[in-house]
């Protein structure tokens, strides 16, 4: 008989680093019973996709709030040697939800939503 899983959920600061991502997965790996990974946001970028969208929906420039999280997220990328064209679909998502936000200046929850 196998072991019952376990669901461990991890996010915000605890996945905001390379460094903190790796005690991640050391943890992870440690945990003899099945587990389900489920991870949230890298630490603050839920802040900053809320910031960028909120600008965006007054008509301001949202770019710089775009390459933190670009850059956050490449970090990551490449501090754990994974191919960089992993992270473009998303940011390709996000550039077009911000210009959509922006063209209508409007956010809706739906759409505030799909953003976080």
Do not use: N, W
């Not at 997965?25 to 587990?35: G, L, N």
């Not at 490449?78 to 996000?94: K, N, S, V």
């Amino acid at each position: 008989m196998t072991a019952p899983g376990i669901v461990m959920k991890f996010g915000g600061t605890s996945v905001g680093t390379p460094e903190a991502v790796t005690r991640v997965m050391a943890h992870v790996t440690r945990e003899s019973r099945r587990p389900l990974v489920v991870v949230s946001a890298v630490g603050g970028v839920t802040d900053l996709l809320l910031e960028a969208a909120a600008r965006a929906r007054r008509g301001k420039d949202y770019s710089a709030r775009v390459a933190e999280i670009e850059r956050r997220h490449l970090a990551l990328v490449q501090h754990f040697g994974l191919d960089r064209d992993l992270i473009a679909p998303l940011e390709q998502e996000l550039s077009r939800l911000l210009q959509g936000i922006s063209m209508l200046r409007e956010l809706t929850p739906r759409v505030q939503d799909c953003l976080v």
